[in-house]
């Protein structure tokens, strides 16, 4: 009973240390943060368009909405092997060619994120059981290798279009 | 997979007992339903990192998400892209419309059928452009039995109460052609379908101002004929033609060359007739035959039939020929004889008349026949 006491004990202390560290690392070393957007264009008093992005509103099929992630470096060391996944949402398709990301390798999936590649490798088999290339609206996942290291308080910005099915 | 359409489209009878039925089989085209209002869409990014030699970590973003709103969109279309051929004085003729629900939620639709304004038709579209009467009675129904026809007694709702997202539904106005009305004269009517509350057939109205956290109501429509964008509408022109042919003569002088040649009229004059030929409305004239007794007082000069065929289809053997006429022709000169084979005589089919045989001439179609006379 007091051996297996200790070692229950021991056993806690050191899964809640262990868990505690990482929560640590994952809470304060670098910060996430996801907005939706949508673009509109606005004709300013001078005449000239400009496109403003504002939160989403009104959201009806057929809408593109502006998805961007912003991760910063909390700690006072650079954080390095940066890779951020992002499923395309739910009800909505990945509009080719929107995907951005200074400073990163942007790899795609059509296969719910098992595979990544560049857009111009990825296929899909036909009716008839032939590849032939995925088109964008069948991306499932998006992934960003951040090739540098995120050197203390700077950020990085990756994000991407898909409008509502 | 939409199931192939099977159209039938059949052309009213040209000649008497004839009609020409063309069975075509159109694949429908998938419209984007679109995702149901109320869906929530959610994205959430995660992000793996190490620090030096570390081990990787895992940050995940806050999911941001938002509720799908309520789409309202439809479009109305007249089926058979031409006007629907009548009799003078038919009572029931029917147009078909079809009413399309392009929003993301099933919707119900009101209708309303309407004389167009104008002649032409204001924005009409072609053949829905010419608007030389006006048919009466006008009704409208969906077609409640989904059976693509119009059924007297069956199809009486006069409202679609609900329509699926991505569905159709055929709308036909029925409408009775006076007895004033003559051949070739047209009746643009149009159809606008207003979007509203399935069932209870309440007016929708969007959600005014910014955005709310539930499921607002947008407006995504076009403007159609008579209505404008983003007003939940959508209209549409559709026709009845009045049937059979109108055949028009008009004489006039081209010329008159007096013997010193100036155009004073004087005996010995010559003086060239023209006969303008002219098919409107619908349908063939069959064996058309142009026939004009000279004038008192004239002589003719021999060998003086020309006849121009401008445009028309013919058949059965005429001046014109045979066949679609698909540019002007130039003149050409005709002999007196009835026996010369060029369907153009003087005095022989008919005394002391000029003869022209334009065979079935099916309208549109215009022809100009010459012939000169000199005065006594």
């Not at chain 1, 890779?83 to 200074?102: D, R, T």
């Not at chain 2, 004839?18 to 990014?45: E, H, R």
Request: proline letters at 6%; one cysteine or more.
């Amino acid at each position: 009973m007091q051996i297996s006491r200790l070692l229950l004990i021991t056993t806690l202390l050191s899964m809640l240390g262990g868990f505690s560290a990482t929560v640590q690392a994952a809470g304060d070393a670098i910060k996430v943060t996801s907005i939706a957007q949508v673009e509109t264009e606005v004709i300013g008093k001078d005449g000239k368009k400009s496109l403003v992005r504002t939160p989403v509103e009104k959201a009806i099929p057929g809408t593109e909405v502006i998805y961007t992630t912003t991760f910063q470096n909390l700690i006072k060391k650079p954080v390095g092997d940066i890779v951020i996944n992002n499923p395309v949402p739910n009800a909505s398709e990945y509009k080719a060619g929107s995907a951005f990301g200074k400073d990163c390798d942007i790899l795609f999936s059509v296969d719910g994120g098992k595979t990544f590649g560049h857009a111009e490798e990825l296929t899909i088999k036909d009716e008839g059981g032939k590849p032939r290339p995925a088109l964008a609206k069948e991306y499932t996942n998006i992934r960003w290798i951040y090739k540098k290291q995120l050197a203390p308080g700077k950020s990085g910005e990756v994000g991407f279009r898909a409008a509502i099915k | 997979m939409h199931p192939a359409e099977i159209k039938k489209i059949c052309s009213r009878a040209i000649n008497p007992g004839i009609s020409v039925c063309l069975l075509l089989i159109l694949p429908q085209i998938g419209w984007a339903a679109g995702t149901p209002s109320g869906t929530s869409i959610s994205n959430s990014a995660t992000l793996t990192y190490s620090v030096g030699a570390g081990p990787t970590n895992t940050a995940t973003s806050n999911a941001v998400s938002f509720i799908v709103d309520k789409k309202v969109n439809l479009l109305v279309t007249e089926v058979s892209g031409s006007p629907t051929s009548v009799g003078i004085g038919q009572t029931g003729a029917v147009t078909t419309f079809s009413v399309i629900n392009l929003g993301n939620d099933p919707q119900g639709f009101a209708l309303a059928a309407a004389l167009a304004a104008g002649n032409p038709a204001s924005g009409g579209t072609p053949p829905f452009t010419t608007n030389d009467f006006s048919a009466t009675g006008l009704q409208v129904f969906a077609d409640s039995n989904g059976n693509g026809v119009y059924d007297a007694g069956v199809d009486t709702a006069t409202s679609i109460p609900t329509l699926a997202a991505d569905a159709s539904q055929k709308v036909f106005i029925v409408a009775d052609i006076p007895g004033t009305a003559a051949a070739g004269q047209q009746s643009v009517v149009s159809l606008t379908a207003t979007a509203v509350v399935p069932i209870t057939m309440a007016p929708l109205s969007q959600t005014p101002g910014v955005d709310t956290p539930g499921v607002d109501v947008v407006f995504a429509d076009g403007a159609g004929v008579t209505d404008a964008a983003l007003d939940a509408k959508y209209s549409a022109y559709g026709a009845y033609l009045v049937n059979g042919v109108n055949v028009t003569l008009t004489k006039t002088v081209a010329s008159i060359v007096d013997p010193n040649g100036t155009a004073v009229v004087m005996p010995k004059a010559v003086i060239t007739y023209q006969i303008d030929v002219d098919l409107s409305g619908s349908g063939t004239a069959d064996n058309l035959v142009i026939t004009d007794p000279l004038p008192a007082n004239t002589t003719y000069l021999a060998n003086s039939i020309s006849i121009t065929c401008i445009s028309g289809t013919y058949a059965g053997g005429g001046a014109c020929g045979v066949g679609t006429i698909s540019a002007p022709q130039p003149p050409v000169s005709k002999g007196d004889l009835d026996t010369d084979g060029d369907y153009a005589d003087f005095n022989f089919t008919s005394a002391n008349a000029v003869t022209v045989t334009l065979g079935n001439a099916t309208s549109p179609a215009k022809s100009i026949i010459t012939f000169k006379a000199t005065i006594n």
